[in-house]
């Protein structure tokens, strides 16, 4: 069965700090991947996606992500958190069906 | 465009009763899902639509049942609500990507908080 395994479930940041979310699928055809992130009190919404070309993806508010497929991972990265950032951060993989996984979640919160 | 909207916010219920949460998107996707949200477990799939007619179950289905008469519209039933259907559920839209494909981005609601003692 597919699954999505995100091995950091807190995190903990000061401003300014570099940040690294791991993500790593299961699945061995081709799959889609996304980052979501839900802000304290407000519904999921997408930061970054990968379908296929360029493995490193730009998103929104300075993140991006790096496809590697060898490892099945699909991380994301800040250069500089902010206080801001504090947030819940899913990754999810769609393999091309209607069923899209999601990832156990990473709480990060920034300490200003 | 409202995007994707979810009545009631929240609502506690007594075991054994029934209620609808209700789901509506205006953005004419093909596609609408719902799923439950339990802390340190992420999200995980009830049922899920590919249009009007026609649904399908998710990983957890059992407990609930959906229907879709209308594109826009995609409500979840719980017959007898459980004290493990204690959650936040989200319900979400996405248009269908290239050469029908699924590939496209998600559009959550704001969730309901569902308390069931």
């Known amino acids: 069965a597919q699954s999505v395994s995100q091995h950091n479930h807190h995190v903990i940041l000061s401003e300014a700090a570099s940040l690294e979310l791991g993500c790593n699928y299961s699945?061995?055809?081709?799959?889609?991947l996304f980052w979501y992130v839900q802000y304290p009190g407000q519904h999921l919404q997408l930061l970054l996606k990968?379908?296929?070309?360029?493995?490193l993806v730009k998103g929104i508010k300075g993140f991006e992500a790096e496809f590697i497929k060898s490892k099945f991972s699909f991380n994301l990265r800040k250069p500089s958190v902010q206080w801001s950032d504090t947030a819940e951060y899913f990754c999810?993989?769609?393999?091309?069906?209607?069923?899209?996984?999601f990832g156990t979640g990473t709480r990060l919160k920034v300490l200003a | 465009n409202a995007g994707v909207t979810q009545t009631p916010k929240f609502r506690i219920l007594k075991i054994g009763q029934s209620m609808t949460l209700q789901c509506t998107q205006d953005?004419?996707?093909?596609?609408m899902y719902w799923y439950r949200q339990d802390p340190g477990m992420g999200l995980k799939l009830i049922y899920y639509s590919v249009g009007a007619g026609i649904t399908d179950k998710g990983e957890v289905p059992n407990g609930y049942n959906v229907s879709r008469s209308t594109t826009e519209d995609f409500p979840l039933r719980l017959e007898l609500a459980a004290p493990s259907q204690t959650s936040v559920y989200f319900c979400?839209?996405?248009?269908?990507?290239?050469?029908?494909?699924?590939?496209?981005?998600?559009?959550f609601g704001p969730g309901t908080r569902l308390l069931v003692l």
């Open positions: 699945y061995g055809g081709t799959v889609n």
């Open positions: 979400a839209s996405s248009p269908p990507g290239l050469a029908g494909e699924v590939q496209e981005t998600q559009y």
């Open positions: 953005m004419n996707h093909n596609y």
């Open positions: 999810a993989v769609n393999s091309g069906t209607y069923k899209y996984i």
């Open positions: 990968y379908f296929s070309g360029d493995p």
